[in-house]
């Protein structure tokens, strides 16, 4: 047993039971295991909730993360950091942690002041940009890195290469069972005199669960009495998207196979002793999976280590797991070779016991208790490696070192201002103005809050709701004979104009180009493509700059998806000429700008340029985009250093006075925006902490001292005059508040989780 004396508490981190998921089972164990193992060890847990509420957890539990917010992962750091943790075990797999990729971990292992050791459950071979940053950070901050299987280990030093040196390869762990003849818990399930085949675990598509059914009339007609066992329920994820679509298709696939008396679905979670009497009963586990990128399969080592023949498709812990016949691999999606690998070894008693034995001999390395010593040695590994490392991080942080404190995210009034139809155009106070009627402009950037927050983890039945809503107001005001999109509606839904603008136009194909560059949104997506190539071809003869201006940002969107659409490239090129041909005509030495006068939504124009710049690598155009963005900023920022933006009553013409009222919500928030962009662009702090200054304006730091933003209400106000605020709070002032606070929130989550630009 390894010396864990000076190892006193360890914390660990990740899902936990009662949650229903493998990597709540894994912590679960895991724990159980160090602390039976190492009885004068404390072994809390630190568990990461996907629901409001969380979990009714044991008594271990001293402290819940809520997923999707970040400031609770860094008040769990400093928990941890002052509650004497020894050591922190982290259990980390994409999917359970906020932000993107699950970024929202690093911000919390940062500020941990003790050694880390992080089990890896997914190591991915084509990892996507956030992935990537995720895992670079994740092995630097890390102190060890357990993987479980020999090709994860591989792929951590060729894929993201991480030192060897800081790799542990411990097995999954997996319960002590008597190694026992399957008759003997048949009896239990009603099932003797039966050949059981088993499959456990969260059911969902990926489970390959339909081509063992397939292969099951050839089984029958060899084996009349054999019957295929599917444990578990549907996991919570689709049962919350797709409800029980996928089980109910496995059911009508066994009726029109006829084969529903071999066949039982035992739909819920099963505890570890009930489990185990299944894995029991089986005379040969089945795992069918569809693709090979699957590093590690909790329900393979259980079944694996309790003495099963396994039959699998070759994804990678099960080719590791069961070379040299240790098991049967089989071509994925391919029910014939499942029917002639599960007749060969039902035939063969000799050959099939003979795997069994060998797989259960192997099983106990893996059993807990033995798992619980290897992770010991890495655990005094890690303390070794910390101290010579001498990692230390200030427990106590002033408030320049900690992410500023943002509004929290309040949307009552957006809801109020919807209807079946759409976001209304305008309000009287704080109620909906019918009268006013609807327009594509607001439902479009309508339509991009609720995709912002979706990115941001807010996933809400509600908000997916209205972002369907928004969807549909926009694919109806498009119309298909003209290409172009209608943009004011009546209350009684009649449209009040044939054409909309050209910024109607621009904001709805940025709408569209945002929602088809975000994965997961299905036929939604299919629609938002189907409507961005219809109505981008009348792009190319624009007059508007800023029209140019959306549909360069929302072409972005598109391309990030549909990178090889040369037509979409194409009218990029083309509008980006324009404007910085349009900047050519216009600017002078003191006058740094695209216009002869500096109007609405103005830095909608820099900010298109900085961002076809930073993605096309053309130095030129980008610092084009620079230079005018910090001459806006410069001449938006008043005597007292608060944002200024130009006033909508005169604007400002070269030459002229400038008018400083009426201030418009948009103004800061294009403002934000850009700065943002700038930053991504550059990583100079500077921006940082303009978009920071504009975003303000709404909090109150502007010419008259007063909250713009309603904190009451959810909604912005319309504008500041010379002498009072707008008491209205229609559509286009109270999204500009909530897209600038979703931006910011944003930049906070990168900026907090990390550390280098080329990571925001």
Request: charged share 20%.
């Given at each position: 047993?390894?010396?864990l004396?000076?190892?006193q508490?360890?914390?660990?981190?990740?899902?936990y039971?009662?949650r229903?998921?493998?990597?709540a089972?894994?912590?679960?164990?895991?724990?159980?295991?160090?602390?039976?193992?190492?009885?004068?060890?404390?072994?809390?847990v630190?568990?990461?909730?996907?629901?409001?509420?969380?979990?009714?957890?044991p008594?271990?539990?001293?402290f819940?993360?809520?997923?999707?917010?970040?400031?609770?992962?860094?008040?769990?750091?400093?928990?941890?950091?002052i509650?004497?943790?020894?050591?922190?075990?982290v259990q980390?797999?994409?999917?359970?942690?906020?932000?993107?990729?699950?970024s929202?971990?690093?911000?919390?292992?940062?500020?941990?002041?003790?050694p880390?050791?992080?089990t890896?459950?997914?190591?991915?071979?084509?990892?996507n940009?956030?992935?990537?940053?995720?895992?670079?950070?994740?092995?630097?901050l890390?102190?060890?890195?357990v993987?479980?299987?020999?090709?994860?280990?591989?792929?951590?030093?060729?894929?993201?290469q991480?030192?060897?040196?800081k790799?542990d390869?411990?097995?999954?762990g997996?319960?002590?069972?008597?190694?026992?003849?399957?008759?003997y818990?048949?009896d239990?399930?009603g099932?003797?005199?039966k050949?059981?085949?088993?499959?456990?675990?969260l059911?969902?598509?990926n489970?390959?669960?339909?081509?063992?059914?397939?292969?099951l009339?050839?089984?029958?007609?060899?084996?009349?009495?054999?019957?295929?066992?599917?444990?578990?329920?549907?996991?919570?994820?689709?049962l919350?998207?797709?409800?029980?679509a996928?089980?109910l298709?496995l059911?009508r696939?066994a009726?029109?196979?006829?084969?529903r008396?071999?066949?039982?679905f035992f739909n819920?979670?099963?505890?570890?002793?009930?489990l185990?009497?299944?894995?029991?009963?089986?005379?040969?586990?089945?795992?069918?999976?569809?693709?090979?990128?699957?590093?590690?399969?909790?329900?393979l080592?259980?079944a694996?280590?309790?003495?099963?023949a396994?039959?699998?498709?070759?994804?990678?812990h099960?080719?590791?797991?069961?070379?040299d016949?240790?098991?049967?691999?089989?071509?994925?999606?391919?029910?014939?070779?499942?029917?002639?690998?599960?007749?060969d070894?039902?035939?063969?008693d000799a050959?099939?016991?003979?795997m069994?034995?060998?797989?259960?001999?192997?099983?106990?390395?893996?059993?807990?208790q033995?798992?619980?010593?290897?992770?010991?040695?890495?655990f005094?590994?890690a303390?070794?490696?910390?101290?010579?490392?001498?990692?230390?991080?200030?427990?106590i942080?002033?408030?320049?070192?900690?992410?500023?404190?943002?509004?929290?995210?309040?949307l009552?009034?957006?809801?109020?201002?919807t209807?079946?139809?759409?976001?209304?155009?305008?309000?009287s106070?704080?109620?909906?103005?019918f009268?006013?009627?609807?327009?594509?402009?607001?439902?479009?950037?309508?339509?991009?809050?609720?995709?912002?927050?979706?990115?941001?983890?807010?996933?809400?039945?509600?908000l997916?709701s209205?972002?369907?809503?928004?969807?549909?107001?926009?694919?109806?005001a498009?119309?298909?004979?003209?290409?172009?999109?209608?943009?004011f509606m009546?209350?009684?839904?009649?449209?009040?104009?044939?054409?909309?603008?050209?910024?109607?136009?621009?904001?709805?194909?940025?709408?569209?180009g945002?929602?088809?560059?975000?994965?997961?949104?299905?036929?939604?997506?299919?629609l938002?493509a189907?409507?961005?190539?219809?109505?981008l071809?009348?792009?190319?003869?624009?007059?508007?700059?800023?029209?140019?201006?959306?549909t360069?940002?929302g072409?972005?969107?598109?391309l990030?998806r549909?990178g090889?659409?040369?037509?979409?490239?194409?009218?990029?090129?083309?509008?980006?000429?324009?404007?910085?041909?349009?900047?050519?005509?216009?600017?002078?030495?003191?006058?740094t700008?695209?216009?002869?006068?500096v109007s609405?939504a103005n830095?909608?124009?820099p900010?298109?340029?900085?961002?076809?710049?930073?993605?096309?690598?053309?130095e030129?155009?980008?610092e084009?985009?620079?230079?005018?963005?910090?001459?806006?900023?410069?001449?938006q920022?008043?005597?007292?250093?608060s944002?200024?933006?130009?006033?909508?009553?005169?604007?400002?013409?070269?030459?002229?006075?400038r008018?400083?009222?009426?201030?418009?919500?948009?103004?800061a928030?294009?403002t934000?925006?850009?700065?943002?962009?700038?930053?991504?662009?550059?990583g100079?702090?500077?921006?940082?902490?303009?978009?920071?200054?504009?975003?303000?304006?709404?909090?109150?730091?502007?010419d008259l001292?007063?909250?713009?933003?309603d904190?009451?209400?959810?909604?912005?106000?319309d504008?500041?005059?010379m002498?009072?605020?707008?008491?209205?709070?229609?559509?286009?002032?109270?999204?500009?508040?909530?897209?600038a606070?979703?931006?910011?929130q944003?930049?906070?989550?990168?900026?907090t989780?990390?550390?280098?630009p080329?990571?925001?």
């Amino acid at each position: 047993m390894p010396d864990l004396s000076s190892i006193q508490k360890v914390a660990f981190i990740g899902d936990y039971l009662p949650r229903k998921c493998g990597l709540a089972t894994f912590t679960t164990d895991l724990r159980c295991a160090m602390a039976k193992a190492f009885p004068e060890m404390q072994c809390p847990v630190v568990p990461v909730n996907d629901v409001a509420g969380g979990y009714e957890y044991p008594p271990e539990v001293r402290f819940e993360i809520a997923e999707q917010e970040l400031p609770s992962y860094l008040r769990a750091a400093d928990f941890l950091n002052i509650t004497n943790v020894d050591l922190v075990c982290v259990q980390h797999e994409f999917g359970i942690y906020g932000g993107p990729a699950g970024s929202h971990l690093l911000a919390l292992l940062r500020e941990l002041q003790m050694p880390i050791v992080t089990t890896l459950h997914t190591i991915l071979r084509e990892p996507n940009p956030d992935q990537r940053r995720v895992m670079r950070d994740l092995i630097r901050l890390s102190t060890r890195l357990v993987v479980m299987t020999e090709r994860g280990s591989e792929f951590l030093r060729e894929v993201y290469q991480a030192p060897p040196a800081k790799i542990d390869l411990i097995a999954h762990g997996i319960p002590d069972m008597p190694f026992a003849d399957p008759n003997y818990f048949k009896d239990e399930f009603g099932v003797v005199g039966k050949q059981v085949l088993l499959t456990f675990g969260l059911l969902s598509p990926n489970k390959g669960i339909e081509y063992a059914l397939r292969a099951l009339p050839e089984i029958i007609r060899e084996f009349p009495n054999v019957v295929y066992i599917v444990v578990g329920q549907t996991h919570p994820n689709l049962l919350r998207d797709e409800g029980e679509a996928y089980r109910l298709g496995l059911e009508r696939l066994a009726r029109d196979l006829d084969v529903r008396r071999h066949v039982v679905f035992f739909n819920r979670f099963v505890e570890l002793g009930e489990l185990m009497r299944f894995i029991g009963a089986a005379d040969i586990y089945l795992t069918p999976y569809l693709t090979e990128t699957q590093i590690t399969s909790g329900t393979l080592a259980y079944a694996f280590g309790a003495g099963n023949a396994v039959v699998s498709t070759p994804y990678w812990h099960a080719t590791e797991l069961l070379a040299d016949d240790r098991g049967r691999l089989v071509p994925f999606r391919d029910p014939q070779s499942i029917a002639t690998a599960v007749i060969d070894l039902l035939r063969d008693d000799a050959t099939r016991h003979a795997m069994r034995k060998q797989a259960y001999r192997l099983g106990r390395e893996m059993i807990w208790q033995r798992c619980a010593q290897h992770y010991g040695e890495s655990f005094v590994r890690a303390r070794h490696d910390h101290s010579f490392i001498g990692r230390k991080a200030s427990p106590i942080k002033t408030l320049d070192e900690t992410p500023g404190q943002l509004p929290t995210l309040k949307l009552d009034h957006l809801f109020r201002m919807t209807d079946s139809t759409g976001i209304f155009q305008h309000a009287s106070f704080t109620v909906p103005n019918f009268s006013e009627g609807y327009c594509t402009d607001d439902n479009a950037r309508a339509l991009m809050l609720v995709l912002m927050l979706q990115q941001l983890g807010n996933d809400s039945p509600l908000l997916k709701s209205h972002a369907a809503t928004y969807m549909a107001f926009v694919n109806h005001a498009f119309d298909r004979r003209t290409g172009r999109f209608r943009n004011f509606m009546g209350f009684g839904r009649n449209w009040l104009e044939e054409i909309g603008s050209e910024d109607c136009q621009g904001h709805a194909l940025w709408a569209l180009g945002l929602c088809v560059s975000q994965a997961g949104h299905g036929r939604f997506q299919m629609l938002a493509a189907e409507l961005f190539e219809r109505a981008l071809p009348v792009a190319a003869g624009f007059a508007s700059p800023r029209a140019w201006a959306y549909t360069l940002i929302g072409i972005d969107e598109y391309l990030r998806r549909f990178g090889g659409d040369r037509r979409a490239s194409q009218i990029r090129e083309t509008l980006s000429a324009k404007l910085v041909q349009r900047y050519a005509d216009a600017a002078t030495e003191e006058w740094t700008w695209f216009e002869e006068s500096v109007s609405y939504a103005n830095a909608r124009l820099p900010h298109a340029m900085i961002l076809n710049g930073r993605c096309l690598g053309h130095e030129p155009m980008l610092e084009l985009g620079l230079r005018t963005l910090r001459w806006l900023v410069g001449i938006q920022t008043s005597e007292a250093g608060s944002f200024r933006p130009i006033g909508s009553n005169g604007f400002y013409r070269r030459g002229q006075e400038r008018a400083v009222f009426d201030q418009q919500p948009i103004e800061a928030q294009v403002t934000v925006s850009a700065c943002i962009e700038a930053h991504r662009a550059t990583g100079d702090p500077f921006w940082v902490a303009e978009a920071g200054r504009a975003f303000e304006w709404f909090l109150g730091r502007n010419d008259l001292g007063l909250s713009v933003y309603d904190s009451t209400t959810g909604g912005c106000r319309d504008g500041l005059h010379m002498d009072r605020l707008s008491q209205n709070q229609g559509a286009e002032s109270t999204l500009a508040f909530l897209l600038a606070l979703a931006e910011m929130q944003s930049l906070q989550n990168s900026l907090t989780s990390f550390r280098d630009p080329a990571s925001s």
